[in-house]
C-alpha cells in the first residue's frame, strides 16, 4: 500500500508542478506584455492626466477645492457695503 501511495504523491507532485511551471510561465508572458504595452503608451500619460483634470474640475465641489488647496480660502471677515444715496431715481415720465 505505501508504495502505491509513493506512487501516486510522485504523479501528482509531477502534474502539479508541471501546472505550476505552466501558469508562471503564462502570467510571466503576460506581465511582460503588458509592460511593454505600458512602456509604448506611457508618452500619454501626462496629456491624459491634463485631459482627465480639465473635464473632472469643474464637478468638484467648493469645499473639496479649499481642503485640497485648489481654491482660495474663505476669507475670515465677511466685508458688508452700506448702500448710500446717491440722488432722486430718473423717471421717464
Do not use: S
Given at each position: 500500500m505505501s508504495v502505491v501511495r509513493g506512487l501516486v504523491n510522485q504523479a501528482l507532485t509531477t502534474s502539479f508542478g508541471r501546472q505550476?511551471?505552466?501558469i508562471g510561465d503564462i502570467y510571466t508572458k503576460l506581465g511582460t506584455s503588458l509592460g511593454f504595452e505600458g512602456l509604448k503608451l506611457s508618452s500619454w500619460g501626462f496629456p491624459a492626466v491634463i485631459a482627465g483634470g480639465w473635464c473632472a474640475y469643474p464637478a468638484?465641489?467648493?469645499?473639496?477645492k479649499r481642503s485640497v488647496g485648489l481654491a482660495p480660502p474663505e476669507p475670515a471677515?465677511?466685508?458688508?457695503?452700506e448702500k448710500e444715496e446717491i440722488g432722486e431715481m430718473p423717471s421717464l415720465g
Open positions: 505550476v511551471k505552466m468638484l465641489g467648493l469645499e473639496f471677515e465677511k466685508v458688508t457695503f
